[in-house]
């Protein structure tokens, strides 16, 4: 595997089901991130884990939890989620610190849908 | 605070014709700028990226761009596209080395045969 990868690509759950998506980057950075995109709004920046520890949390509501166990791989747990929860997550990696963190690399995402 | 604006949400073209995809940033300190691509069903690409030199950045796949501090744009362009061109393209702002990228809402590039 190469870049950076997600799974599922798709998702369909319930309003009462947890799951978790999850990142892996084989890039050897050190800084992840998981965007939400929305149909018609910018892409919303969620959480950021540099050196494995969170440094920011845009007001993500709480039913939505990260977790960071190692640099290459990032989760994403859901549970109680909403309907207008549904959009493509995407994930991404950079390497922090110098001019090498302006570049972040993408996951191809996956696609929720809650019902 | 920071926000990007592409002036176009879709942007239909003829193969072959030259096309220009527009961003405008608002900021009052020095940023850097990006262009990211995505095809359906991808996640995004870095297409180039303006961070400092020369104000004509050229990236992958032809397209380059124009950073215009005094007007605030970063204007996407390619003299000749493609229908393979067809895709989502984002402008993004970052504020320093320890800022975020704030990205526009996207244009969708359609080219026609």
């Known amino acids: 595997e190469t870049g950076v990868t997600q799974t599922p690509r798709h998702l369909v759950m319930g309003m009462t089901n947890k799951k978790s998506l999850k990142c892996e980057q084989h890039?050897?950075?050190?800084?992840m991130y998981w965007y939400k995109q929305s149909a018609k709004k910018p892409l919303e920046l969620m959480f950021v884990?540099?050196?494995?520890?969170?440094?920011e949390n845009n007001s993500v509501p709480s039913r939505f939890s990260p977790e960071c166990p190692n640099s290459s791989h990032l989760f994403l747990h859901l549970h109680t989620l909403q309907p207008e929860d549904s959009a493509l997550y995407l994930c991404a990696s950079s390497q922090g610190g110098g001019a090498d963190s302006y570049e972040q690399y993408f996951g191809p995402g996956t696609r929720l849908t809650v019902t | 605070a920071q926000s990007v604006t592409q002036l176009d949400s879709q942007v239909p073209v003829f193969e072959e014709a030259p096309v220009e995809l527009r961003c405008n940033y608002s900021s009052s300190v020095s940023v850097y700028l990006f262009w990211y691509v995505q095809y359906p069903n991808q996640g995004l690409q870095l297409l180039l990226k303006y961070l400092s030199g020369s104000t004509l950045v050229k990236g992958i796949n032809g397209f380059e761009a124009e950073f215009n501090k005094s007007q605030t744009s970063f204007h996407l362009r390619k003299p000749s596209v493609h229908i393979s061109d067809t895709a989502e393209y984002f402008c993004a702002v970052k504020r320093g080395s320890q800022g975020n990228l704030i990205f526009g809402k996207g244009t969708k590039l359609s080219v026609k045969p």
């Open positions: 884990y540099s050196l494995e520890e969170r440094v």
């Open positions: 890039l050897g950075h050190n800084a």
